[in-house]
């Protein structure tokens, strides 16, 4: 079965400049890792309107609600083959109070003993060129998609 997921692309106008607002995995396999490691506040989701699981993951991985014009930006398949369906949403989230979820394994490997992480470790903004270097390749069409829903606003 297809892996699917929702998530939010959360934007902001900075005078003439248009800014997205990127999450970064944690957990030790991602903590040095950073050009082409962040993504989108998403998480997955079965039985569950699309939408509402993008709103939903975003409160859970940024420990903000985000509400306003949601406008889709359609659906992704990431090299490891999960759908990712995502919306944009022109927001401001201040990254200095994140807040997320954690989860818990075994670390180091074959230890034995286990570990809570944060879901996600930091946010930060971004101006969509260097989030396209930051971001994980399978979601960067959708910085395409804003930006081309952008282009004249």
């Known amino acids: 079965m297809t892996k699917r997921s929702a998530g939010i692309v959360m934007y902001r106008r900075t005078g003439a400049e248009l800014q997205v607002l990127l999450v970064h995995p944690g957990g030790p396999f991602w903590r040095n890792k950073d050009l082409g490691a962040w993504s989108i506040p998403k998480g997955e989701y079965a039985d569950e309107d699309p939408l509402a699981a993008a ?68 946010a930060a903004w971004f101006a969509l060129a260097e989030a396209r270097r930051k971001i994980l390749v399978g979601l960067a069409p959708l910085l395409d998609r804003l930006a081309e829903s952008m282009a004249g606003h």
């Open 55 to 122: 709103v939903r993951e975003f409160a859970e991985e940024t420990g903000a609600s985000v509400a306003g014009d949601f406008q889709p930006l359609g659906e992704v398949v990431q090299p490891g083959r999960k759908k990712v369906t995502a919306w944009a949403v022109e927001g401001d989230f201040d990254p200095a109070g994140l807040t997320s979820n954690a989860f818990e394994m075994e670390w180091p490997p074959h230890s034995g003993r286990r570990q809570w992480f944060p879901e996600i470790d930091r």
